[in-house]
């Protein structure tokens, strides 16, 4: 099943052309790496996955919605891990998903979730304590209130040290394994060969290839 699908998605700004045509396919529990330098096209995906602007031309559809046309029903089934995340350091763990369970009006248990990003322990200290890795879990934690169809990652902190990139490995692949989409949008190559299955390559505004890992470096 067809989890993300991009048709002929063109943004033109009034000099720069900032996607191109892009056509693309995720199917439903893929780890998908969204792979390219700054400036790629990598943002202006995500931010019309979200209606955040809407493109010239073509049209995305995730989890069966056009987020033009059902805007709300696209951010109920859509998790997001923003690059530029901000926790507040004064509330814990616990409190940040219960502020995310009412953005949501959602009634999940909060231990649940937070086992889920491996903070069950950690989950009664302030944010403010926490490592980046954790921190970083925490966000993720967010983002899985309402149990999204598709998680979107954008651009992972690169500040993580080797121990972080595995446990969000772990969490990426269990959360993968239960039917959500991971969409992991990253410029640093480790990342998505450390998580994903297949990974498209997008350079100026246009796809260079999709492949798995391995069909990659053979290719290359
Ligand atoms: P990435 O996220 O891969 O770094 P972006 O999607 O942010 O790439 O940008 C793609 C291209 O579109 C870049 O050349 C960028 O300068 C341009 N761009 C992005 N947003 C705007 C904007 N609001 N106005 C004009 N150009 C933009
Ligand atoms: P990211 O680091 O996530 O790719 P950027 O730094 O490219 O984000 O862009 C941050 C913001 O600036 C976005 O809202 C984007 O639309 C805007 N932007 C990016 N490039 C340009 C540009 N050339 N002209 C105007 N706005 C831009």
Redesign the pocket.
């Given at each position: 099943m067809t989890a993300i699908e991009t048709s002929n998605l063109t943004k033109q700004?009034s000099?720069?052309t900032?996607l191109d045509d892009f056509t693309l396919r995720v199917e439903r529990g893929e780890v998908f790496g969204f792979l390219g330098p700054?400036?790629a096209g990598?943002?202006?995906t995500?931010?019309i996955f979200l209606d955040?602007?809407r493109p010239t031309d073509g049209h995305a559809v995730l989890a069966d919605c056009d987020p033009q046309q059902s805007p709300q029903k696209v951010k109920q089934n859509i998790g997001v891990v923003p690059?530029?995340y901000s926790l507040y350091d004064s509330l814990t763990g616990i409190e940040h998903i219960e502020l995310a369970k009412d953005l949501h009006g959602s009634d999940e248990d909060t231990d649940t979730l937070l086992s889920r990003v491996g903070l069950a322990d950690a989950g009664d200290q302030p944010a403010g304590s926490y490592s980046k890795g954790m921190a970083q879990r925490l966000a993720f934690g967010m983002a899985l209130v309402g149990d999204p169809d598709v998680l979107i990652l954008?651009?992972p902190s690169g500040g993580i040290d080797p121990n972080g990139v595995q446990d969000m490995r772990e969490i990426i692949r269990s959360e993968a394994e239960s039917g959500t989409t991971i969409f992991f949008s990253t410029h640093i190559l480790e990342q998505v060969e450390a998580v994903c299955d297949r990974v498209a390559i997008i350079n100026d505004g246009q796809l260079v290839a999709v492949d798995t890992i391995s069909g990659l470096r053979d290719a290359f």
């Open positions: 700004y000099e720069e900032a700054n400036g990598k943002s202006t995500i931010d955040f602007i690059d530029d954008d651009e």
